[in-house]
């Protein structure tokens, strides 16, 4: 075997979690076809015993098998395609443990908050970040509350919004949002958002004009700001998300004290999803003033 390719399974094996001493036993026994043990012990620079020891791991890993020549013991490497299998089992692994620890984070945090006041901080970035954090708010299960932007729209296209947006009723989960008097609302507002389990306040379009989406949720709030990049950020702190909560509240009131604001909406067209996304190319359509 060459020296390059010799270091690149050994730096293969190193990131499926092989020792130095391991991945160094497992290249060899691919370059040598059935080996004893004594002669592998020379090969990789290891005694015996250890060698044994090697050997024996690979074979629980599916990456050798024992082989009896002249009846003595060898050792012959099994198909890398084990490798696949592996690394997909430990992908699996991962999964599960994210999964496990998403279960217990909230009792973590809990704890946490008990002795500490400073908030924990992640950060998202692009399609797939943004995507991660309306899949959080649906797997954390509470309440939520957000301020809407148009900007949501102008990023992901109206029919992957709808489809987010309707993920939280799915999961029998209340929201109540701050939305905009804008074509893209339904024509039946009022029934829809008693199944899509939605209590609405109105808001101007041309008075929130930033591309950016404020929510809570349980002890989390998220921050989304839609560009040519989406950015987002999830701070876990329960004194920030109630303070956003009553902020939302005292929005709450003031727009729903504004003259003629029974009347709202006014601006609102779609009839149904699939023509409005025909109709406006999965984009916004333009505001007409009031």
């Given at each position: 075997m060459c020296y390059t390719t010799y270091m690149e399974i050994e730096q293969l094996l190193r990131e499926l979690d092989f020792s130095p001493a391991l991945g160094k036993c497992y290249a060899a026994l691919t370059d040598s076809g059935a080996i004893s043990p004594a002669a592998l012990s020379k090969t990789i620079n290891e005694g015996r015993t250890?060698?044994?020891?090697?050997?024996?791991?690979?074979?629980?890993?599916?990456?050798?098998?024992r082989i009896t020549i002249k009846n003595k013991l060898h050792y012959e490497a099994t198909s890398p395609v084990q490798l696949i299998n592996l690394a997909r089992q430990r992908k699996d692994e991962a999964v599960m443990r994210e999964k496990h620890l998403q279960q217990q984070l909230p009792g973590l945090l809990k704890q946490y908050y008990?002795?500490?006041?400073?908030?924990?901080?992640?950060?998202?970035?692009?399609?797939?970040?943004?995507?991660?954090?309306?899949?959080?708010?649906?797997?954390?299960?509470?309440?939520?509350?957000?301020?809407?932007?148009?900007?949501?729209?102008?990023?992901?296209?109206?029919?992957?919004?709808?489809?987010?947006?309707?993920?939280?009723?799915?999961?029998?989960?209340?929201?109540?949002?701050?939305?905009?008097?804008?074509?893209?609302?339904?024509?039946?507002?009022?029934?829809?958002?008693?199944?899509?389990?939605?209590?609405?306040t109105w808001y101007k379009p041309e008075d929130y004009t930033a591309p950016v989406e404020w929510s809570v949720y349980g002890d989390k709030v998220s921050i989304i700001s839609f560009g040519e990049e989406a950015i987002g950020m999830v701070i876990d702190s329960p004194q920030i998300a109630t303070a956003l909560s009553q902020i939302f509240a005292m929005l709450n009131d003031g727009l729903r004290r504004r003259p003629n604001y029974a009347m709202l909406p006014q601006r609102n067209v779609l009839k149904n999803t699939e023509s409005f996304i025909e109709q406006h190319h999965n984009s916004l359509p333009a505001i007409e003033k009031s």
């Open positions: 250890n060698t044994y020891k090697l050997l024996d791991e690979l074979v629980k890993r599916d990456l050798a098998r008990k002795n500490h006041e400073q908030p924990g901080i992640r950060f998202f970035q692009g399609k797939d970040g943004i995507r991660e954090i309306f899949a959080e708010q649906i797997r954390i299960g509470k309440p939520i509350q957000f301020l809407k932007t148009r900007a949501d729209i102008d990023f992901f296209g109206f029919q992957f919004m709808h489809e987010v947006r309707s993920l939280a009723p799915r999961a029998n989960i209340q929201r109540s949002a701050f939305t905009p008097d804008a074509p893209e609302v339904p024509l039946d507002v009022a029934k829809t958002d008693i199944t899509s389990m939605l209590t609405r």
